[in-house]
């Protein structure tokens, strides 16, 4: 909503119904000419005309600051004017005195007849101090809570007069709270929902809800709960790899989305085809419901985006040239659309996978419903949706046998898309969590004994028959190979291996071989790039790490740019990783959260990216280096942006964001695009 900065604190000026206050700011309702009269703005060099005022305004000492002071975040002409609120446009607000209540500043602090900065909750204070604004939306989360509880199956035999026990799993973070739910059951005996007691908080994934056996006799019910999980907004997965060239969103402490960046095709889905944002806008689900649901999970690649809402429904936005909106189009949208429910057989979805991208190449997705269905659509040119044919769907489709044959419990999709190379696995939720496969395999990466393409799912397989016991699941490089690590912790491999990227101490691909086992136990999971050239990194259940593949940049961290064909620990000394990020397509770089909050980086270190204070851009590192922010309490780090055009996303527990590197396209969410050769906090 339009408004001007909160108060300095020696200001007098009246508090009244034509002068209300709206989400910690003062809204303009009095002339210009009458403000300044009242102290609230003295003349500057930067002046504001009567007509004119831009979002989240200044204060006067801003408005005489020289535009070239970074320090100072001055606003120029060309500030004010872009997405200058005319007086019109003020009075269709129709600001109620309801609104009053928002955030911190309530009627009863308005009695007094002034504001100052006293009025403010402690954190918009800090704010108001540092840059003399209210806050622009709050802050952003960092404690992940459960959203909503959704029952797939009802089961039976249930006694409405004795409700059964619902668990929730207990969040993985130290000093969380457990969210708790109450079971309602229909007098057929069948359960019908669950109900949030507490949403709980330090959740950083979909926690597990168990619904007790009923009294006697009848099935178990089942239900999914679907958890929010931190500001950044991240994807569910560390292993998938994806990225993008644009945009940025985080979720803020009023559980809204806002996004920042470049909006190629509309990829950020702020209503536009193009243009850039260099402060946070609220992202809105294109519905004419009064009432949208809450996004919980949100994902990127090229100049596409999707979401997942609370209630497991889907939504796009940005380019759909090869149909991956799902919108039955090849054409565009710059806002996200719901994709249809009944395309999903209305079952709620709880995970999307799609291929990475770059600004306009084909795509494939899919989505994994909570009863283990997977539905596909986009690119189909190599069979790697797994529906049978080589046909561009531009809805999503049944995958068949997943959720009769089987039941399905992960999903990832990657492979060079600008060269249809891509293939798709899924672990099979059974005895035995194998390994399912379809698309390209030029090199073997289908481990079926060819190098024919496969359109149909079929078994991933070693010398003995299908890989067993699958845990996380990697597809990386321009021809793709697949990873697969298991609950037993070991290490399989397949396909193209022209950088060491399968591991296994040669660069020959797998060709009409099997899967083979390239560690025999400890790791935990395997994750690296999701495109172009091939690096990998397995993260042990000690917390250490091996990495492999390719190495041109130095991203491996091996002190040179020679690929690695052998799991290598280049790290050391004792070091314990609990999160592995890395850059998506060429100019790779690799960074590491340490359990101690600390961040390592290698590889590439273009427009100063791995955070160099001193603002030297050395090209690349090839040695790990740790990253240079003045504080060890980082909860999420996340990579954004495309090619050299990228940067390091840092959370910190506080809800603060810091990054560093280009910024052209307002990628740093600092009110401009200059880059940024030394650590700096978002405007959050």
């Known amino acids: 909503m339009p408004r001007i900065s909160a108060l300095p604190a ?68 060309d500030h004010i ?63 992940g809570f459960v959203k909503r509880i959704v029952v797939f199956d009802g089961g039976s035999g249930y006694d409405p007069n004795n409700l059964p026990t619902v668990t929730v799993s207990a969040p993985l973070s130290l000093g969380g709270l457990t969210a708790t739910g109450l079971a309602t059951v229909s007098t057929g005996g069948v359960v019908t929902g669950i109900t949030l007691t507490s949403e709980g908080s330090g959740y950083t994934a979909d926690p597990t809800v168990t619904i007790a056996p009923p009294p006697s006799g009848g099935s178990t019910a089942r239900a999914w709960a679907y958890a929010v999980p931190n500001g950044l907004a991240t994807s569910d997965t560390m292993a998938s790899g994806y990225g993008t060239q644009h945009g ?109 991208g770059g600004y306009t190449d084909a795509q494939s997705v899919f989505a994994l419903a909570t009863d283990g269905t997977v539905f596909a659509w986009g690119y189909n040119g190599y069979g790697q949706l797994g529906i049978g044919n080589q046909t561009q769907q531009n809805t999503p489709v049944l995958v068949p046998g997943t959720g009769t044959t089987y039941i399905i419990s992960d999903i990832v999709t990657g492979g060079n898309v600008s060269s249809s190379t891509g293939i798709v696995a899924m672990i099979v939720k059974n005895a035995n969590n194998q390994v399912l496969v379809a698309g390209y395999n030029g090199h073997g990466a289908l481990a079926n004994g060819s190098t024919s393409n496969n359109s149909n799912l079929g078994y991933w397989t070693s010398a003995s028959g299908p890989v067993q016991n699958a845990k996380t699941l990697h597809i990386t490089g321009d021809y793709p190979s697949l990873a697969v690590s298991t609950t037993s912790g070991e290490l399989w491999t397949a396909g193209y291996n022209g950088y060491g990227e399968l591991g296994n101490g040669t660069v020959t691909s797998t060709g009409t071989g099997r899967a083979t086992r390239v560690i025999n136990s400890g790791v935990d999971l395997i994750t690296g790039t999701g495109a172009h050239y091939g690096s990998r990194v397995a993260l042990l259940l000690n917390q250490q790490i091996r990495v492999f593949g390719y190495n041109g940049y130095g991203q491996l961290g091996n002190g040179g740019t020679g690929s690695v064909s052998t799991p290598t620990d280049t790290l050391g000394g004792g070091l314990q990783v609990k999160k592995v990020v890395c850059s998506v397509w060429n100019y790779q770089t690799t960074a590491l959260l340490l359990v101690d909050g600390s961040i390592y980086c290698a ?9 160099r204070q001193d603002g030297a851009s050395v090209g ?44 052209g396209n307002g990628d740093l969410c600092r009110g401009d695009t200059t880059d940024r050769y030394a650590i700096s906090n978002y405007l959050l």
Do not use: C
Not at 50 to 74: G, Y
């Open 248 to 356: 940025s969103i985080i979720m803020t402490s009023d559980r809204r989305l806002k996004s920042f960046g470049y909006n190629y095709y509309g990829a950020i889905g702020l209503a536009a085809w193009n243009g850039v944002a260099s402060l946070p806008q609220e992202v809105f689900l294109y519905t004419t419901s009064n009432n949208p649901p809450l996004p919980v999970k949100w994902y990127t690649s090229g100049s596409t985006s999707w979401i997942v809402d609370e209630n497991g429904g889907v939504w796009s936005t940005g380019y759909g040239g090869y149909g991956q909106l799902g919108l039955n189009t090849t054409g565009n949208s710059y806002v996200f659309q719901q994709i249809s429910p009944a395309y999903f057989q209305n079952k709620p979805i709880i995970k999307l996978a799609m291929s990475a």
């Open 81 to 143: 004017r872009s997405g200058a609120v005319t007086e019109p446009k003020l009075a269709t607000l129709s600001i109620s005195t309801g609104k009053l209540q928002d955030l911190s500043v309530t009627n009863p602090k308005l009695a007094d007849g002034a504001l100052s900065i006293s009025k403010f909750n402690q954190a918009d204070q800090t704010y108001i101090q540092n840059s003399g604004t209210a806050r622009p939306g709050g802050s952003v989360l960092v404690n």
């Open 603 to 611: 590889g590439y270190d273009g427009y100063s990216k791995q955070g």
């Open 10 to 77: 020696a200001s007098t000026a009246a508090v009244t119904d034509q002068f209300p206050i709206v989400q910690g700011a003062v809204t303009k309702r009095i002339s210009f000419q009458t403000a300044q009269l009242s102290g609230i703005f003295s003349p500057g060099p930067n002046s504001i005309n009567t007509l004119e005022l831009v979002d989240d305004s200044v204060t006067s000492d801003k408005l005489q600051a020289s535009p070239t002071v970074d320090a100072n975040r001055a606003v120029t002409e």
């Open 620 to 663: 690349s590192r090839t040695s790990w280096a740790k990253f240079r922010l003045t504080r060890n309490d980082v909860v999420d780090i996340r990579w954004q942006g495309y090619n050299q055009y990228s940067h390091l996303e840092v959370l910190t527990s506080d809800g603060k964001i810091y990054s560093v590197g280009y910024n």
